[in-house]
């Protein structure tokens, strides 16, 4: 039986690429942080079929524990301070995580068991102020916030590895990829939960920052299984993984709203104080050399992963609302 060790299991991506693994028969070890409260609302479902362990990539010794107990075939680094935003309020901790982290991770395989086949989740992020349009594996980086540098940190650093001790080390450079379970601070996500609040009543408008910016939007459920195809080929190598279509921050609420029978410009309100000090404004992503050596491709279109986020936060949000009717009337 195959052995993954997934860090982030908890996150958006972490909880696909479990559900993935375990239908291929995977035996499937998550790291997770120590915490006063457990967040694992994302894999709940899949708590009594994964083992989870804990450990830190700010800490070397609990990385290599967690690799020594797992004895996985294939590590997945997910884990990392994700927020964009985030990373100008906390540069040096998304430093030590989402750059240095990686490094934490590569030496402790090494050290353990160097026939591990690593993957590392790197971003669109890093192409920031981009050079040409759409962007491929061969896009000079060039990134606007200190989320997207250390990305490219981590980013080399796996390549670094690769030809220095020759592991089985790959990125994904993937770009955003949505879902149902993409954090409520995500634009997407935001929108979606936004849409559900004034359909049932529960708010009157979504406030959002700049409205032109352009994303290359697919469905993480999707994306997961590029990471799964990226360790199953003979050689290592990296991979731009995308749909290919820009969309703007307006045209998604636009569906969004549109979905819900809705008309986004009576609710939006348009606030700077979503503003980045750099912004990103044009990222798509040329995904040819994933279609032609790992056969995949995306599955959702835009459209439909609009109306999924929308649907489900609308069953969400009814069926809080519904649980709450009972002790409110009481």
């Known amino acids: 039986m195959s052995r993954a060790l997934i860090t982030g299991i908890t996150g958006q991506d972490g909880s696909y690429l479990a559900e993935l693994l375990l239908a291929k028969g995977y035996e499937v070890f998550g790291v997770t942080r120590r915490a006063s409260t457990e967040n694992v609302e994302r894999i709940a479902h899949l708590i009594d079929r994964i083992t989870l362990l804990q450990g830190d990539l700010l800490d070397p010794s609990s990385i290599d524990a967690a690799i020594r107990e797992a004895q996985p ?11 964009v935003p985030t990373s100008w309020n906390q540069p040096v901790l998304t430093a030590e995580f989402t750059a240095v982290g990686v490094t934490r991770m590569l030496e402790a395989i ?55 001790y020759d592991l089985y080390a790959v990125s994904g450079i993937l770009f955003n990829h949505e879902s149902p379970r993409r954090g409520l601070e995500f634009v997407t996500r935001k929108i979606s939960d936004g849409v559900a609040r004034i359909k049932l009543g529960l708010a009157e408008e979504l406030r959002l920052g700049n409205m032109e910016s352009q994303r290359d939007w697919g469905f993480a459920g999707d994306y997961v299984e590029a990471m799964w195809l990226m360790l199953q080929q003979d050689e290592p190598s990296d991979y731009v993984i995308a749909t290919g279509e820009p969309h703007s921050v307006r045209e998604f609420a636009e569906l969004a709203f549109g979905h819900a029978g809705l008309d986004w410009e009576r609710h939006v309100v348009a606030d700077p104080a979503f503003l980045r000090p750099a912004e990103v404004d044009h990222l798509v992503g040329d995904a040819s050399k994933a279609r032609r050596e790992l056969g995949w491709e995306p599955g959702t279109s835009f459209r439909e992963l609009t109306q999924m986020m929308v ?19 009481s």
Do not use: C
């Open 110 to 164: 090494r050290a353990v068991d160097p026939g591990i086949r690593f993957y590392q989740a790197s971003s669109s992020e890093m192409f920031g102020k981009v050079r040409e349009v759409p962007q491929t594996e061969l896009t000079p980086f060039h990134p606007r916030s200190p989320y997207g540098v250390a990305k490219v940190y981590g980013h080399y650093i796996t390549v670094n590895y690769r030809e220095s």
């Open 311 to 329: 649907d489900a936060d609308l069953a969400r949000l009814s069926a809080a609302d519904q649980a709450a009717e009972p002790a409110s009337s």
């Open 73 to 83: 075939t294939e590590v997945y680094n997910l884990a990392a301070q994700s927020f």
